[in-house]
């Protein structure tokens, strides 16, 4: 992914690299880590616990890529639209419209 590439073709790639459902279940379970951890260290004052599940957000969503994809994540080629990307996919999970999303990139990606 070269620098002028616009964020819906990183989303594009971004959702070919999250093709299998185990990747995404690690990686939805690695959001909710994040946002439980980030929510509790607030609420204790201990930074310390939000920067224990950060990690552990990205132990979860890593592990995903290494046992299942066979790929490299996301986040090393641009972490702000990872995170992005990320949060949009959870949210079309979340709402059930993943599927289809990943129909359309997926047919996008068949036609190039």
Known sequence: MGSSVKF???????????????????????VAVAVVSLFVGIALHNPVIAVLGLAMTYALSWSGHMLFERNQPALLQNPVWSLQCDVRMCRLWLTGRLDKELSRVKAIAASE
């Not at 819906?8 to 690695?30: I, K």
């Open 8 to 30: 819906e073709e990183f989303w594009q790639h971004y959702l070919v690299a999250h093709s299998q459902p185990n990747t995404r279940r690690l990686h939805f379970l690695g």
